[in-house]
């Protein structure tokens, strides 16, 4: 099966910048598309942003601009440069691939971001 292994989270000021990373293991099946959802305390996993095998992103309307997410097909690993963060980026960042072969999704273990001076 696929694993995800997610680096880069961290403490960082307001108006940083912070740097994510997620790598995926040997997998049989081509990942079709990778992203990054986040979940805050007492709150729903929100989508951030994804990325398709042929480039197409996706951004949340709250980080659009702030944010860019990047992907090499033949690492299967997805960045997610994050400038200009707020304190309301704080959440634990979850890594995500989708695999149509199989039909499911796989999910990350989750690295803390926190936005505070």
């Known amino acids: 099966q696929v694993q995800l292994v997610e680096s880069g989270g961290g403490l960082v000021q307001p108006g940083g910048s912070l740097r994510l990373s997620c790598a995926a293991s040997r997998a049989i099946f081509s990942i079709y598309a990778m992203g990054w959802y986040r979940q805050a305390p007492g709150k729903q996993r929100e989508l951030v942003a994804t990325i398709n095998s042929g480039g197409i992103t996706n951004y949340a309307d709250s980080v659009k601009g702030r944010f860019t997410i990047s992907r090499d097909n033949a690492k299967n690993t997805v960045w997610l440069q994050m400038n200009s963060l707020k304190p309301e980026d704080t959440a634990v960042y979850y890594c995500?691939?989708?695999?149509?072969?199989?039909?499911?999704?796989?999910w990350g273990q989750g690295t803390q971001v926190t936005v505070s001076s």
């Open positions: 995500n691939a989708y695999v149509p072969a199989v039909g499911g999704d796989y």
